[in-house]
């Protein structure tokens, strides 16, 4: 339920309302609009329902709210949120760009993408030190080892570093060493992982699962945020379906549902959703014009010798190009990409 006072609502009134919703053991989230304050209750169904708050002064009215996600929800919080990662902001006409290589390879490889991908002009650092491989004889990744590269490299260059966690017990290593918690699109629906992530103090990059409708990813950012953690940002990453030459199929019309459904940040992996590299360039740009606040993009410094997803990885050459031309898309949209 979301509760709209009126706008001459009085911070007495607001007080009575949140204290009777403590009363009867609900939780709120109190939203203070330009105009009016909204409070969402958060907590068991059966006592919301029956709960009265239009006959408390200063109510407007009382709006069920049919989604199960509800901190999520935009009916809960109007404006655009925007997560601020130490200075770097995604959202509310801020495009961030995360880029790196898939897998942290070596030293000379991650600071060689590190320092190419920040004279491109992205934000962020990516790759992955834990590696959620379809193979179990396929590149794992350095673990440890590559989140310390991970954490030197986005210092000498001054990128935010956004990495994989794939283990409920490794939060506090991964904390250690990066800016933002990347829940992958296999672990989606971990929900013991998004428990953990939602308690830690970093911002969390939630990737849609692989044949996740947009509702059930919607509820797993709001497992997140349900245990504090307001900092979410979302990432369509293509889904399957049945087309086969393309790796996933990339949705951007989720884009555009979760502009209306969520306030929460959305940014657009072009490189996972097609597996080819010679799509993401245009896939970039559809994705700024669709209303993503960023993208996340996989390049390498020698594709070819990639010890993954070399195939769908830009040269920094490539990526110079798109970031270039995601410069023009997003001054198009109002946004800023620098
Ligand atoms: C990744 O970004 O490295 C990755 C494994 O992506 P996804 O979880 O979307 O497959
Ligand atoms: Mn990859």
Request: net charge neutral; with cysteine.
């Amino acid at each position: 339920m979301i509760i709209v006072m009126n706008p001459e609502a009085t911070k007495q009134e607001i007080d009575k309302v949140t204290a009777k919703l403590v009363s009867v053991g609900l939780d709120f989230h109190l939203s203070q609009g330009q105009s009016r304050t909204i409070i969402g209750v958060i907590g068991d169904k059966k006592t919301i329902a029956q709960l009265q708050m239009d006959v408390f002064d200063g109510v407007e009215k009382s709006v069920p709210i049919t989604e199960s996600y509800k901190l999520v929800s935009r009916g809960f919080k109007r404006e655009d949120t925007i997560v601020n990662v130490g200075g770097v902001l995604v959202g509310g006409g801020n495009i961030g760009v995360m880029a790196g290589p898939c897998a942290v390879e070596s030293r000379e490889q991650l600071f060689e993408a590190a320092r190419c991908v920040k004279a491109a002009g992205a934000h962020f650092l990516r790759g992955g030190a834990f590696k959620p491989r379809t193979s179990p004889y396929d590149f794992q990744g350095l673990a440890e080892v590559g989140l310390k590269m991970l954490a030197e490299a986005g210092q000498e260059h001054d990128l935010k570093v956004v990495t994989e966690i794939v283990d409920v017990n490794a939060i506090d290593l991964h904390c250690e060493y990066a800016d933002v918690l990347q829940v992958g699109a296999r672990n989606m629906q971990n929900f013991e992982l998004l428990k953990v992530v939602g308690k830690a103090n970093k911002p969390v990059l939630l990737k849609r699962g692989l044949s996740a409708t947009i509702s059930e990813w919607l509820n797993a950012a709001e497992y997140i945020m349900s245990e504090g953690n307001y900092n979410v940002i979302l990432c369509e990453r293509g889904v399957r379906t049945f087309e086969t030459y393309t790796r996933n199929t990339l949705d951007l019309s989720a884009v555009a549902a979760v502009k209306q459904l969520s306030h929460l940040p959305i940014i657009v992996d072009p490189s996972h959703g097609t597996g080819r590299w010679k799509m993401v360039r245009p896939m970039s740009r559809a994705a700024i014009a669709v209303g993503a606040d960023g993208l996340m993009i996989e390049v390498h410094p020698n594709p070819e010798i990639a010890l993954c997803d070399g195939n769908q990885s830009l040269t920094p050459e490539n990526f110079q190009i798109v970031m270039n031309e995601v410069e023009e898309f997003a001054k198009l949209m109002g946004k800023k990409l620098r």
